[in-house]
Structures are given as structure tokens and as C-alpha cells.
């Protein structure tokens, strides 16, 4: 018997998800058992709902080489397949934080853009470089980077091949926040924790609410489908409990 290599671990403490890419060997290449494990952690967390948040990190010295070079030069039965991985992030009805401690590589751009919020370590740099191995980018790739960097700044790093450092990153709107090497995994637990103290339905409801008002043209329907969401979170017990301890926190001083 073969046994498939773990290339994808996630553990689950305190409602906070940890996904990590694991397979070193191969650079978190997007290889089938990597989008696979992938996909799978995804639903494993959609299905107990013991989480709150989720946090994808990676292990080595590249957090994602991107497209796998085994496979690279041979046009695949399914084209869709490599991208299940990101789909099932982008997918997660609950809160993603990305912790990016290295350089991000080719398609391997597209974990970020699968990511609610990122933060990024000063060593990492992004890096899409689909045009270099002459290959057109997919999976939705370049409508997610627009969301991020506009317009010109889609053009500059898919077409000019202009790479970007976390600071430069940070600045275009690519990631959230930048951070010294040391403090990443510090900032990323903190944040994390922010949301895991939250009520869990109302962070799933506010986060179906983002997903939708996305599509949105007319601020009043905006508006309108925000009140709806406001109303439904004013009759949870999770308000009053949350008011009452306001309220006996300026008692106290």
C-alpha cells in the first residue's frame, strides 16, 4: 500500500483553525495531494464548526512555488482541479487570515487572494509570474487581484512581471499589514484570537453579508440587507449578554 504524503496539516485550538502547507519537499507546490488535503481540511472545518477563524500558514522557505513542475507542460483532463484548493478557502463561511512568511510564487499568489485578511512577514515578497512559463493565469486569478491592487496594478504584476516586497505589498493593498519576521506568527495569533471571541454566528453572518454586498451597485440595497443582518443580531442573546458586560465594565471604573 501507498500511503500519500501529508502535505496539508490542520489542527484546531481555542476555535481558531490552523492550516498549514507542509510539504517543504516540493516547495507547496499546487500538486494534487497539497490542493487535495487542501479542499479536504476546508470541509473538515465547514463540517464540525468547532472553528471560529481560520489561519493558513506554511512551512519552508517558500510559502507556495505555485504551479507544480511535475505537471507543468502538459496541459491537464481537468484545468479546474488545481484550483479547488483556493475555492474551498475563498468558500469557508468563516473569517481567513493568511500568515505569510516568504516569498509567494506564481499561482501560489492565488492563496492570498483566497484570504479574507493577510499579514506579511518583511521576508516575503509576491511574485505571480504566469507569463514567464508562458502560461495565462486562471482560476479566477486576476478579478481577485484587481480587488486588491486595481487595475494598474494587475497590469503591472501579471504583465510587467513586477515583483513586490511585503512593505510594497502593504502599500497597494495586496496584504493588510506588514510585519518584522519575529512578530508575524505573534500579530496573526492576536487578531485571530480577536475573532474566536466573538459570537460565532454573528462572524458568519457578517461575513455572508460582505460576500453579498460584493455583487452590490445601489448603496440603498446595500444598506437594506445590512439591516436585516443588524436587526437579526439585536434579538441574539449573544447583544444583550454583550451590552451587559459594557455596561458593568464603566460601573466598575
Known amino acids: ?129 504566469f507569463l514567464d512559463v508562458a502560461i495565462h493565469p486562471g482560476g479566477g486569478h486576476m478579478w481577485r487581484l484587481e480587488q486588491r491592487v486595481g487595475r494598474q496594478g494587475v497590469a503591472a504584476m501579471v504583465l510587467f512581471g513586477d515583483v513586490l516586497t511585503a512593505e510594497e505589498a502593504e502599500l497597494r493593498g495586496l496584504v493588510w499589514r506588514s510585519v518584522e519576521d519575529d512578530e508575524l506568527l505573534d500579530v496573526v495569533r492576536r487578531m485571530a484570537a480577536r475573532v474566536a471571541g466573538r459570537s460565532p454566528e454573528l462572524v458568519r453572518r457578517t461575513k455572508a453579508t460582505m460576500r453579498l454586498s460584493r455583487a452590490l451597485t445601489d448603496p440603498a440595497m446595500a444598506a437594506d440587507i445590512e439591516r436585516i443582518g443588524q436587526d437579526w443580531s439585536a434579538r441574539q442573546p449573544a447583544h444583550a449578554e454583550a451590552v451587559a458586560r459594557l455596561r458593568d465594565r464603566i460601573r466598575r471604573r
Not at 74 to 81: I, L, R
Open 1 to 129: 500500500m501507498v500511503t500519500e504524503r501529508q502535505a496539508v496539516t490542520l489542527t484546531v485550538e481555542e476555535q481558531i483553525a490552523w492550516i498549514t502547507l507542509a510539504d517543504v519537499e516540493r516547495r507547496n507546490s499546487l500538486n494534487p495531494a497539497l490542493v487535495g488535503q487542501l479542499a479536504e481540511a476546508c470541509a473538515e472545518i465547514t463540517r464540525a464548526r468547532e472553528a471560529s477563524v481560520v489561519v493558513l500558514r506554511a512551512e519552508g522557505p517558500v510559502f507556495s512555488a505555485g504551479g507544480d513542475l511535475g505537471s507543468l507542460g502538459v496541459p491537464a483532463d481537468d484545468p479546474t482541479a488545481v484550483y479547488r484548493g483556493f475555492e474551498a478557502l475563498a468558500g469557508l463561511p468563516i473569517p481567513v487570515l493568511a500568515a505569510v512568511h516568504a516569498p509567494v510564487i506564481g499561482a501560489g499568489v492565488s492563496f492570498v487572494l483566497a484570504c479574507d485578511v493577510v499579514v506579511a512577514a518583511r521576508s516575503a515578497t509576491f511574485d505571480p509570474r
